[in-house]
């Protein structure tokens, strides 16, 4: 399984700073292995699962709020 955690600054005409700051964390794994990540969202409550080129798949958690709520305190209990 690979974990990759996204930090992502762009610049956003919208916001004080005139950047936004983005949070992800993807996991990808073979397409074979499409029921585990789907358990995986469903045992986090959040995020999405998508196919990532010809033969894999992504779990995609995105945003502060799930990332502090549901990802953090599961990597601290597991």
Do not use: W
Request: proline content about 1%.
């Amino acid at each position: 399984m690979k974990a990759v955690f996204f930090i992502n600054v762009c610049k956003a005409i919208d916001c004080k700073t005139g950047y936004s700051v983005k949070l992800q964390i993807r996991i990808s794994q073979h397409i074979r292995d499409k029921l585990l990540l789907e358990n995986l969202l469903i045992t986090l409550g959040c995020g999405a699962v998508n196919k990532h080129g010809k033969d894999s798949i992504v779990y995609i958690v995105s945003g502060l709020k799930n990332i502090n709520k549901r990802i953090i305190p599961f990597f601290t209990k597991y």
